[in-house]
């Protein structure tokens, strides 16, 4: 056994500090759009909260959603911000650990709650009479707290395997937060074995979840085939296509960032990529709800209502 080899206890976070001409620009673009994504998904949780016309299996996991999605860019964000405003990039190996934690938490949580929605327009759908019954307040309880503890599961099992694998220099992570294919980079000697168990893990995580997705449209498709009407088919279309942008750009940054070998990151270009999923996707998910729902305009337009003063 080497005693020789040093161990390491803090990593530099690299981030965007080549850009060190645009350090004030960014955390201007980032504050302002990490703020408008708190108080967007805010604004949701709000409304479903307050409005009785929301109070539907289909907003009740939308309310989570938006509750993840600040969770989500929280872990990340604020962290950024305070290194591109003090210059300062030390993180501890039990703060790094922590934030991978967090983050694979909520990320997982949201993979499994995205395929409980899509259970949830497949019953709207294909099953309507069964409705009531297949998506009852305690089965959508039983499918949130899956979904959350599920994400507990992958979080945890993911860090400590990480974790444990032996760190001895470098301790420059080419990112802007503690990812898995840049931490893996810094793993002391070979790591094609832990590669490959945690692509496999990656996978089932992010492709199970995918797989019971798909499986749901395919009979939700079909069945909207079947109806007669156009404007019938596009009224049933309408419920689901907020949830298929949402899913398509979450799966589609997972699958391409989780589910590729580490020789394939670039540090060069991979943390503009982690941008798009871990700073941009969070606000498009009030955006997307609110522009495309009817009956979040309509409860939205009733708040406004209820806030003006009443004239005297």
């Known amino acids: 056994m080497n005693t020789n080899i040093s161990v390491v206890t803090d990593f530099i976070l690299v981030g965007f500090s080549p850009l060190a001409d645009l350090q004030g620009l960014l955390f201007s673009v980032f504050l302002t759009v990490y703020l408008l994504t708190v108080m967007g998904n805010l604004l949701i949780v709000v409304l479903v909260s307050a409005d009785a016309a929301l109070q539907s299996p289909m907003y009740f996991f939308l309310r989570i959603l938006s509750v993840l999605e600040i969770c989500y860019t929280s872990v990340t964000v604020p962290l950024l911000l305070h290194h591109l405003l003090t210059s300062q990039r030390h993180i501890s190996r039990s703060g790094c650990a922590l934030q991978m934690f967090f983050f694979l938490f909520f990320g997982a949580t949201e993979c499994c709650l995205l395929a409980a929605m899509a259970y949830d327009r497949y019953a709207a759908i294909c099953e309507p009479l069964r409705y009531p019954l297949l998506l009852s307040r ?21 860090t400590s395997f990480i ?30 074995l ?18 019971l ?27 689901c296509s907020s949830h298929l942008i949402v899913v398509s750009l979450f799966y589609g940054t997972a699958i391409f960032i989780y589910i590729r070998p580490k020789a394939s990151y670039d540090p060069a ?36 209502q209820k806030m003006k003063p009443v004239d005297i």
């Open 138 to 158: 305690r089965m959508c309880l039983q499918l949130a707290g899956s979904a959350w503890a599920c994400g507990a599961l992958v979080g945890m099992g993911h």
């Open 163 to 192: 974790f444990s694998l032996p760190f001895c220099g470098p301790n420059a992570i080419p990112h802007f937060f503690c990812e898995i294919q840049p931490i893996l980079q810094l793993v002391c000697g070979d790591t094609s």
């Open 194 to 211: 832990n590669e490959l168990q945690i692509i496999l893990a990656a996978a089932l995580i992010i492709l199970c979840p995918f797989g």
């Open 213 to 239: 997705i798909l499986g749901s449209y395919g009979h939700i498709l079909a069945t909207i085939y079947r109806i007669p009407s156009r404007s019938g088919r596009r009224k049933a279309f309408s419920t």
């Open 269 to 304: 270009t991979d943390p503009f990529l982690s941008l798009f999923y871990a700073v941009v996707t969070p606000i498009l998910n009030p955006i997307i709800y609110s522009l495309r729902n009817a009956d979040v305009k309509a409860a939205l337009k009733r708040t406004i």
